[in-house]
């Protein structure tokens, strides 16, 4: 994901700096794309990844579930000659938007992106005052439903599982409290009770806020089920031989990317103490380094870089296995369709 929001004027989370392509050598290192091959983006945003692989020769089908974004990708389309097709797609569906002999490449940049974080209509970042919104496809649940309809414990679970927020109980009860009286409308609005609850301290480096405002993001769009079904999907998708680079910025999204790619390395199962019942054959061999994270310079010159980590792997021949979304551990939250209920 992006730097947290409102972290400073000068980061990707609330300040003006535009998106920049995070790893972009490293991935493309990862992702080998020349002519003749196939690669699917899965989170073209500003299309960093997608212009530099075309620059490689390759073909791209970029998905993305922010119309802005396809909107503003219609120049680079017409620009290329056939050779790129966008497409308005959540990245979970990608197998469906895949070429029916395989990709031979997919690669997901996981978050929210600098332009939406810089839009203050958006919702995302308290940096600048909008509509408590932060939905990356415009329709849905907003943050507003959330925090304005979720009971409390519910609240205390979103914030503390998705936004590793300490003061979960305590922000959560001023909320209730607040909301009874008025309706949270603004970022501004809910980042101001926030401070006031958990005011910052002199050695804090973020805003009191930012947690919660990553938490509220990651809810209203699923980004973590989201980010697993894809992994499925490439799965999937991709021929053998085919590369999946995955680029994540939070704790989260990167266990989730780990714990994909360590079940498909192929294991056996059953115990010390009994025969092996059955062999798995991986679905996935790992390319270069189990993670890469990005250099000094790069971090220094791309604040949004500092958190960011890449794992790849390349697919074998062995068929895909089952989408079994329980190897991730994930908890159940509250259904964005009975918030309150």
Do not use: C, W
């Not at 389309?77 to 979970?92: C, D, M, P, T, Y």
């Not at 995302?124 to 959330?146: E, H, I, T, W, Y």
């Not at 609850?197 to 919660?212: F, N, Q």
């Not at 092996?276 to 000094?296: L, W």
């Amino acid at each position: 994901m992006a730097a947290n929001p409102g972290e400073g004027s000068t980061d990707a989370g609330g300040g003006p700096v535009r998106h920049i392509p995070v790893l972009l050598n490293e991935v493309l290192t990862a992702l080998e794309p020349a002519a003749g091959k196939v690669i699917l983006d899965g989170t073209f945003g500003a299309g960093g990844y997608t212009s530099a692989i075309l620059s490689g020769g390759a073909e791209v089908i970029a998905l993305d579930r922010d119309p802005t974004a396809i909107s503003g990708g219609q120049a680079m389309v017409a620009a290329h000659g056939g050779r790129l097709k966008l497409i308005h797609s959540q990245f979970s569906l990608l197998a469906d938007h895949a070429p029916a002999a395989g990709l031979d490449g997919v690669v997901l940049d996981i978050g929210v992106s600098s332009m939406q974080i810089d839009e203050a209509d958006r919702g995302f970042s308290f940096q600048k005052n909008g509509p408590l919104d932060m939905r990356m496809s415009a329709s849905g649940v907003s943050a507003a439903d959330v925090v304005n309809r979720a009971k409390v414990a519910e609240l205390i679970r979103i914030f503390h599982f998705l936004g590793e927020e300490s003061q979960s109980p305590r922000i959560a009860h001023a909320i209730e409290k607040r909301r009874a009286e008025k309706p949270f409308e603004t970022t501004r609005d809910l980042a101001g009770l926030i401070e006031i609850v958990t005011p910052r301290k002199m050695k804090d480096k973020i805003h009191p806020a930012t947690r919660v405002f990553q938490a509220l993001r990651i809810f209203v769009n699923d980004e973590l089920g989201e980010l697993a079904q894809a992994l499925f999907a490439a799965e999937q998708a991709l021929k053998p031989g085919g590369r999946l680079v995955v680029v994540t910025f939070h704790s989260l999204e990167d266990r989730i990317v780990k714990t994909f790619f360590s079940d498909r390395a192929g294991k056996a199962s059953g115990s010390r103490h009994m025969p092996i019942a059955h062999e798995r054959a991986a679905t996935f061999d790992r390319i270069g380094k189990p993670m890469v994270s990005a250099s000094d310079a790069e971090a220094e010159l791309n604040p949004r870089a500092r958190s960011a980590k890449l794992r790849a792997g390349l697919r074998t021949t062995a068929p895909a296995e089952a989408a079994d979304m329980s190897i991730f551990g994930l908890p159940n939250l509250a259904s964005l369709g009975k918030l309150g209920a």
